[in-house]
């Protein structure tokens, strides 16, 4: 299907795929430092930013938008990508490695590593959020315009949110109130869990933000299901929407991600 991107750079193809409730600007703040050394391509995920959701008789489980990224991306002759995903683009990214050749994966504060369904907390906090966004929208936009507005309004998904600006706040609260594809998604992945299926060989590389307060660590944290040899990190003071915290040290963990990848195969003579 098509899909909404921005695309900047030039070298190896890079990734990226937001969270639920989000869109492809929440890569904004380390676009810039990726395309430097990558051909950077943020994608909306279906249903969200720019992008149309899918048929409604399709269920957009982790691993069907998955299949549409992959579509998407043979449709842009991109093949074996590096790809960074963040939450459900996470997820979906763990999904995307059993259906493509990929050269690395980065996680960041991925969804789906719980046991059994997704935990009542993490359910709550979304749907919460998601309902003030919807039907609060224009205050909140307001709001964000001030520090303290911004701790209120993102405390839950950034660590700190009173440097954000508030540009960058104000596209997340409009990403989460007039996304489509919300509901049908949560839908699908409350009762799931990430499980992992056919082996791959590109290198894992997972981060959780030491003040993300979302994905709690005895709860939805559990790496059991990612390939051995995962290489685990730490974002200090990143909340589970690290891009916006600290851009240099979300980049430099992408990076080093894709510096693990073995070398790209020759093109067939």
């Not at 149309?52 to 399709?58: G, H, Q, W, Y």
């Not at 994966?105 to 046991?115: D, E």
């Not at 749907?127 to 839950?156: D, E, N, S």
Request: glycine share 8%; hydrophobic share 45%; net charge positive.
């Amino acid at each position: 299907m098509a899909l909404a991107f921005t695309r900047r750079g030039s070298g190896p193809p890079l990734v990226l795929l937001h969270g639920i409730g989000s869109a492809r600007q929440a890569w904004d703040p380390i676009v810039g430092r990726l395309a430097e050394r990558f051909d950077v391509l943020a994608v909306d995920l279906p249903g969200f930013g720019a992008s149309p959701p899918l048929p409604p008789e399709v269920e957009p489980l982790p691993s069907v938008i998955a299949a549409s990224v992959a579509e998407f991306l043979a449709s842009r002759g991109v093949v074996a990508p590096h790809v960074a995903g963040n939450s459900l683009g996470g997820w979906v990214a763990l999904e995307l490695a059993a259906i493509c050749p990929l050269r690395s994966l980065t996680l960041l504060s991925p969804a789906g590593l719980w046991r059994g369904r997704t935990p009542r907390y993490n359910r709550i906090s979304l749907r919460t959020t998601r309902w003030l966004a919807a039907h609060l929208t224009a205050p909140a936009c307001r709001l964000v315009r001030y520090k303290a507005g911004r701790a209120v309004i993102l405390g839950q998904t950034h660590g700190r949110p009173s440097r954000i600006s508030a540009d960058y706040a104000r596209a997340a609260v409009l990403a989460m109130a007039r996304c489509p594809g919300f509901d049908a998604t949560m839908a699908a992945t409350e009762p799931r869990c990430y499980r992992a299926g056919r082996p791959f060989d590109a290198p894992v590389t997972v981060a959780f933000g030491s003040r993300d307060r979302l994905l709690l660590p005895h709860q939805s944290r559990h790496l059991g299901e990612l390939p051995p040899g995962t290489h685990a990190a730490t974002l200090p003071g990143c909340g589970h929407v690290p891009m916006a915290d600290d851009p240099g040290a979300v980049a430099a963990v992408i990076a080093a991600a894709t510096e693990r990848a073995r070398p790209a195969r020759p093109s067939p003579a």
